[in-house]
C-alpha cells in the first residue's frame, strides 16, 4: 500500500473512533460492559466491521468476546476452558480479539506480513492456539487427525489409491488412460477433509474497497482440513471443529460439524447416527439442551450422546462426578480402528500411522491375509482399559448387561465382516496370482475396485452402524450386508469369466 492510501486508511479509521467509538454504535453496544480490547483490535474492528462484517459479529459471539484469559484463568478445574497454567503478560486482561490471535508468532509464519501499521499473519494454526490452549495442543498434536495430510499422502498405499480414484480418465482402445490428478483436484476431494500443504510463495496484490493491498500468495488456500500443514510448520486446523470467528463449543459438540466428513459411504458416522435411536433423540429434542455448558452434565445437559459426547468431551454426572476427562485426540478413547485398510484392527500406538510395517513390509496395520502389525498397535490391556472409559460414558444412560450385550455384538460384527473382507482378498490374491489382473497398481482394475468397495463401504458400513448402537438399514440393505455378499459374488463372476477367456485365448 503507497503512503497516500496509508495515509487515507489512518484518517478513515480515526474519524471511526471519534465519531463512534471504535466501531458502529450496534458494535459498540455489544462490547460495552463486556471486557476491555487492545488498541490494535480496536482498529481491526473499526475498519472490518464496515468490509467484513459478518467477521465482527461471528467474533461477537464468541468467549474470545465475552472474557479475558485473566477471568478464565479463576475458574474451577472442572469448568476452566483454558489449559495453560500461565498467560503472557500482554495479553492476561484483555479480550482474545483479531490482533490477539494474528499477531502471536509471527515470526514462525512465512504467511506474516506488514498491514495497517501492524504485522500480522493469515492463518491462525494450533500452535498459535497453544498460548492458552497447551494441554488440547499436546493431545491434538499426536492424534491421527494431526498427521491425516501425512497419513494420507505419505504412505504409498493410500497415496496411490488417492491418485488412482481423482482426476481424469480417458477412454482408449487400451483402456482407461489416467492422469494424476491435479492439485486443484486433490484440494477439493480427498485433502478437503485431511488438509492441504498451505505454503506462502511471495506477495500478492488484491483488489478492496479501500483499493489495492498486498498479502502473502498462498498455495492451496481456502482449506479447513483437519491435517493441514500451516505455514508455521504446525499441523492441523482448530477451525476443522470450532469454525471461526465464533470458536463455538457447541458448534463442536454437535455431530453436524463430525458429518462433514463422516459421512457415507467410507465413513458412514453421521449417516449411521441419523438413523440410530441416539440419533433419533438428538435430532426431536436437542433444541431443549445445553450446548455451552463446562463441564458437560450427562442427563441434565443433554439426553443422548454425540459424537463429542464420546470421543472428546469433559462428560460429568448431575452432582460433578467425572464420567470422561476432555481430549482432542479423538482416538484415544477407541480400543478398535473400525475403519482401517483392510481388516478392522486394534488402535494404532502413534498419530502417525506411516511408520507402520506389516508382515509384508507395507505401511499398513494388517499383513493382506489379515495378520495385526502388532509391535505399532496398542496391547490388549490398553485397549481393555480404552473400552472401559467408553463404558462408563455408557453408563450413563445404560445397564451394565445393555452395555456389556451392545459390545459383544460389535466384536461380532468385527470378526464376520473381516472373514467377508478375507474371503474378497482371496479371490483377489488368485486373480493376481493367475494373472488375470495386474498387481502392478492394486487399485486400478474392475476386481480391484470391487475389492475396495468390500471393505471400504460395505464392511465400514456395518461396523459403524454396529458400533454406534444401531441402524438396521445400514447393516441389512444400505451398504450392508446385502451389498457385501452381493459384491464378493460379482468378484467371483469376474474371476470365472476372466479365467474363461484366458483359457481360450
Known sequence: ??????ILFIFVTLSLFYFHGIS???VKEEIMNQVSLSPQTQTCIGCHHLYTPGIVKDWLSSRHAKTNPSEAMKKSTLEKRISAEEIPQGLQGIAVGCYECHSLNTGSHKDSFPHMGQTINVIVTPQDCKTCHPVEFSQFNGSKKSYAYK???ENPVYNTLVKTITGVKQVTEKGLASDSPTEMTLHETCLGCHGTIVKATGMKSIDTKLGNIDIPDLTNWPNQGVGRVNPDGSTGACTACHPRHG?????ARKP??????HHEPDVPAW???EESKHGNIYLSKNSSWNFTNVPWKAGEDFKAPTCATCHNSLVVSPDNIVIAERTHNFGSRLWVRLFGLIYSHSQPKSGDTTIIRNRDGLPLPVAFTGEPASEYLIDQSEQENRLQIMSRVCSSCHSTSWINGHFAKLGN?????????LAATKLLSDAWGNGIADKTNPFDESIEQLWIKQWLFYANSIRYSSAMTGAPDYTSFKNGWWHLNENLQNMKEWTELKKLKKDRD
Not at 256 to 261: A, H, K, M, P
Not at 413 to 421: C, F, N
Open 1 to 6: 500500500m503507497n503512503l497516500f492510501k496509508y
Open 24 to 26: 458502529s454504535a450496534e
Open 151 to 153: 497419513n494420507l499422502m
Open 247 to 251: 470458536f463455538l463449543i457447541e458448534v
Open 256 to 261: 453436524y460439524t463430525c458429518s462433514q466428513c
Open 271 to 273: 449417516s449411521v447416527y
Open 413 to 421: 460384527t468385527l470378526k464376520e465382516t473381516d472373514a467377508m473382507t
